[in-house]
C-alpha cells in the first residue's frame, strides 16, 4: 500500500489552497505547512525580478516571510483552481501538481494581468502534529508580467 491516499493528498492541498485563495490570516496559512520536518518555498524565477523569486526559503519563519513579501508586493484577486479530478497526484511520492489562475496587480504601479501559474506541493506527515501538511511548495508563474508591471511597463505593451 503507497504512502498516502489520494484523498489525504488532496485534502491537504485543499486546505492550503482554501486558506491561500481566501486571503486568511497569516497564521492560518502557515499552519498548512508542517513543522517537522521543515518546510521550503520556492517560486522559480529571476531574483532580480523581485525579491520573493528565485530562493527557497526554508522553515516556518523565512515562509512566513515569503508570505509577506508576496503581499507587499502583490495583489491578489479572483483566484481558483483546477478542478480537484485534472490534478496529478503521486501518492507514493506525496506529490500534487495543479494550475491555477489569478488576477494580479502590482502594489507598486497598479498595473495587472490575468495568469495562469502552476503548484508543485510535496507534502508529508508532520513528525509533532502526526497530520499531512505541505513540506515543499514551488511555484512557476509569469514573474515577466510581475517585473514589467512593478516597473509600470506592462500596459505600454498592449
Not at 508542517?34 to 520556492?42: A, D, F, N, Q
Not at 523569486?53 to 483552481?81: A, D, P
Not at 507534502?123 to 514573474?143: G, I, M, N, Q
Given at each position: 500500500?503507497?504512502?498516502?491516499?489520494?484523498?489525504?493528498?488532496t485534502?491537504a492541498?485543499?486546505?492550503?489552497?482554501h486558506?491561500?485563495?481566501?486571503?486568511?490570516?497569516?497564521?492560518?496559512l502557515?499552519?498548512?505547512?508542517?513543522t517537522?520536518?521543515?518546510?521550503?518555498?520556492?517560486?522559480?524565477?529571476?531574483p532580480?525580478l523581485a525579491?520573493?523569486?528565485?530562493?527557497?526559503f526554508t522553515?516556518?519563519?523565512?515562509v512566513?516571510?515569503?508570505?509577506?513579501?508576496l503581499?507587499e508586493?502583490?495583489?491578489i484577486?479572483?483566484?481558483?483552481f483546477?478542478?480537484?479530478?485534472?490534478?496529478a497526484?503521486?501518492?507514493?511520492?506525496?506529490v500534487?501538481?495543479?494550475?491555477?489562475?489569478?488576477?494580479?496587480?502590482s502594489?507598486?504601479?497598479?498595473?495587472?494581468?490575468?495568469?495562469v501559474?502552476t503548484?508543485?506541493?510535496?507534502l508529508v506527515?508532520?513528525?509533532?502534529?502526526d497530520?499531512?501538511?505541505?513540506?515543499?511548495?514551488?511555484?512557476?508563474?509569469?514573474?515577466?508580467?510581475a517585473?514589467?508591471?512593478a516597473?509600470?511597463e506592462?500596459?505600454?505593451?498592449?
Amino acid at each position: 500500500m503507497p504512502p498516502y491516499t489520494r484523498a489525504t493528498l488532496t485534502n491537504a492541498t485543499q486546505f492550503l489552497l482554501h486558506a491561500f485563495s481566501s486571503s486568511s490570516d497569516l497564521p492560518t496559512l502557515l499552519n498548512t505547512f508542517t513543522t517537522s520536518p521543515s518546510p521550503t518555498v520556492h517560486e522559480h524565477g529571476l531574483p532580480q525580478l523581485a525579491p520573493f523569486l528565485g530562493r527557497t526559503f526554508t522553515g516556518r519563519q523565512q515562509v512566513e516571510e515569503y508570505f509577506n513579501l508576496l503581499s507587499e508586493h502583490l495583489g491578489i484577486e479572483n483566484m481558483r483552481f483546477d478542478d480537484e479530478k485534472e490534478w496529478a497526484v503521486d501518492v507514493e511520492t506525496g506529490v500534487v501538481c495543479l494550475k491555477g489562475y489569478a488576477r494580479f496587480t502590482s502594489k507598486k504601479s497598479g498595473q495587472g494581468w490575468d495568469e495562469v501559474f502552476t503548484y508543485r506541493i510535496g507534502l508529508v506527515r508532520d513528525e509533532k502534529e502526526d497530520k499531512v501538511k505541505v513540506r515543499r511548495y514551488e511555484v512557476w508563474a509569469d514573474t515577466g508580467a510581475a517585473y514589467l508591471a512593478a516597473k509600470g511597463e506592462l500596459e505600454s505593451l498592449s
